[in-house]
């Protein structure tokens, strides 16, 4: 697992400043729409590119209505008023749209006050001025209080945030409901079957210091979902068949014999990953990610092999198969490449390493996936 952990902050270090990017299109001030790969930078920059060969353009947020990607509403370019007066043009994405709406920055969870659709201008809460932000702008329900005693007395966080624009929401328009699709619109998604073979070791020694080796033949399914900015996210679910064997040993009891242990199991895992993405989706990309979760080693069976000494062949001659089933977490690590195939296909190869936390497993291997992502 160490040599996974140098390659990972290798490839972290070497190319975290290759161009990002997903298919996209940006919208002009003039409303133009430009189509081409949009890489996200800030919350008050995207970079550009119109051509798979044409050097970046750089476009703050000031000069574009916004920027989207591929199939995904607009992520809108809006004058924010920041928590120290300043007035700048941010890229912003609703969180909660209504009479009142909530926005939030592209790059951090910064809540942002829309007072009414008509407004021009959203206003940055904190924990100093949210109170005070609610009760001067939020005018239209007059049974929906901002300066009770209770109300004042809650603590800034997203939830409470978001319970006070609800009911406000609520009481304005008794007919609105909570829409929160267009908060996805940063993120592309898409799916991944994946299979792969790893050499495996268990650390665990028996009576005569004995360990055991062999492969592991895996398959998987994955949800992905990826920002502009390379920024990844997934959710695996993987089966994972494994048959692994003991060096040869002598038995104190029969020195004339040779003996060796064999197991075959089964493995059923969930790893919830996030990683980064080096490089445009319409080129060969390098890819780092790492994750954990946990782990169920099913139908276990433990096989005991003799042969005399010096012949080639093992007879078993015990059997057995543990009747429980033995739960473990594990912690992954992953490094490789994605390939586009079409505009919406990609394969990956990657080198996969897992270790299995309390069960003394560790295994390393190659993992083929073809990937698929929604427009």
């Not at 068949?241 to 014999?257: E, G, K, R």
């Not at 992954?332 to 497993?361: D, K, M, N, W």
């Amino acid at each position: 697992m160490w040599r996974i952990s140098i390659l990972c902050t290798l490839l972290l270090s070497s190319f975290s400043s290759m161009a990002q990017g997903l298919p996209g299109y940006v919208v002009t001030l003039s409303g133009d729409t430009l189509r081409g790969t949009v890489a996200e930078k800030r919350a008050e920059q995207v970079e550009f590119y119109a051509d798979g060969a044409g050097p970046a353009q750089v476009f703050q947020a000031s000069q574009l209505r916004g920027y989207g990607l591929q199939g995904q509403p607009l992520i809108a370019s809006r004058l924010v008023k920041q928590a120290d007066q300043q007035t700048v043009a941010r890229f912003v994405l609703p969180t909660l749209p209504g009479p009142a709406s909530l926005f939030t920055l592209t790059e951090q969870p910064q809540l942002l006050l829309q007072p009414t659709p008509a407004a021009d201008t959203l206003y940055e809460l904190t924990a100093s001025n949210w109170h005070l932000l609610l009760n001067r702008h939020l005018k239209e329900c007059a049974g929906l209080s901002q300066t009770s005693p209770k109300v004042l007395n809650m603590s800034f966080s997203t939830m409470n945030v978001r319970q006070r624009i609800y009911q406000y929401n609520s009481c304005v328009q008794p007919q609105w409901k909570a829409d929160t699709r267009a908060s996805k619109a940063a993120w592309q998604r898409g799916y991944s079957a994946k299979a792969g073979v790893f050499y495996c070791r268990d650390g665990q020694r028996g009576a005569y210091g004995q360990n055991l080796r062999g492969v592991v033949g895996t398959t998987a399914v994955e949800w992905t979902a990826i920002r502009a900015s390379g920024l990844l996210f997934g959710l695996q679910a993987k089966y994972g068949f494994a048959q692994l064997w003991s060096a040869p040993f002598q038995p104190v009891t029969n020195p004339s014999v040779e003996e060796r242990f064999q197991t075959k199991s089964g493995m059923v895992s969930g790893t919830l990953l996030t990683g980064q993405r080096f490089g445009r989706f319409d080129k060969t990309s390098l890819f780092v990610a790492g994750g954990f979760g946990p782990t169920a080693i099913l139908h276990e069976r433990i096989i005991s092999q003799l042969r005399p000494r010096g012949e080639d062949d093992f007879q078993t001659v015990a059997s057995r198969r543990n009747s429980y089933i033995r739960y473990t977490w594990h912690y992954e690590l992953q490094a490789g490449v994605y390939i586009p195939v079409t505009a919406q296909r990609q394969l990956q190869l990657s080198v996969v390493g897992r270790h299995f936390s309390g069960a003394a497993i560790d295994f390393i291997g190659t993992q083929v996936g073809y990937c698929w992502n929604r427009k």
